[in-house]
């Protein structure tokens, strides 16, 4: 039976090759990271606590109270889908408990806990980045469907393409303008991780290399 290479710890900081994850033989016919839009939900939830951070600092200067709660509202509204997550883990609610015993226990100042926030927002922005630009990429082989991330410890999901039964190519009005689509993708028995694929470079291609698949040999 052939197997991929057999990963060791030197790979823990360093992003896969393509013969780290690949079986032997086998083809790849689509490989490329996501498309840049991918990293913007960070950005945009990174803007809006510095955004808060700004209208707190002009509230506490000139005590506008109007300015203060339409930029609260507005930065509420922008961080629900990271507070709506269903990847928060008991780890994740843990630290978050903690801080915020911290910051109570010790006194902390408003302005010092959303200083905290900031900081703690850009590391995870420069974090998704650097995963997005080095380690995380998508392929789809002659054999199945395929996302790998080598950042700290070793992530590939993948799909056999011929447990595939149907996909369905969308492309939002960003998408259009900016060049990348979604895939929506079923297959036979229980449901994938890459069930949904977004911030796909070419989507054309991608589609063009699963339909493709489904012809004779």
């Not at 070793?154 to 039964?165: A, E, G, I, R």
């Not at 929506?184 to 070419?202: C, K, M, N, R, T």
Request: hydrophobic share 50%; with cysteine; charged share 20%.
């Amino acid at each position: 039976m052939m197997e991929p290479r057999v990963l060791g710890a030197q790979w823990l900081f360093l992003p896969l090759a393509d013969e780290d994850v690949l079986l032997t033989g086998e083809r790849v016919l689509y490989r490329d990271r996501r498309h840049w839009a991918a990293v913007c939900p960070e950005l945009w939830q990174l803007s809006a606590v510095v955004f808060l951070r700004v209208v707190l600092a002009i509230h506490q200067a000139r005590g506008l109270e109007t300015l203060f709660l339409f930029g609260g509202v507005l930065s509420i509204l922008a961080l629900r889908p990271l507070v709506r997550r269903e990847r928060w883990n008991t780890a994740g609610l843990v630290a978050v408990g903690l801080f915020a015993w911290w910051a109570v226990a010790s006194g902390r100042s408003l302005t010092d806990i959303a200083d905290l926030l900031v900081v703690a927002m850009v590391a995870r922005f420069a974090i998704r980045v650097l995963k997005w630009a080095l380690f995380q990429h998508l392929y789809v082989t002659d054999r199945r469907v395929m996302e790998t991330d080598g950042f700290l410890g070793v992530t590939v999901n993948s799909m056999p393409l011929k447990s595939v039964t149907d996909v369905r190519l969308h492309r939002s009005a960003f998408g259009e303008i900016l060049g990348y689509g979604s895939f929506h993708v079923e297959s036979a028995g229980q449901e994938q991780a890459l069930g949904h694929i977004g911030y796909i470079v070419d989507p054309e291609a991608f589609h063009d290399c699963i339909v493709g698949s489904w012809g004779p040999s």
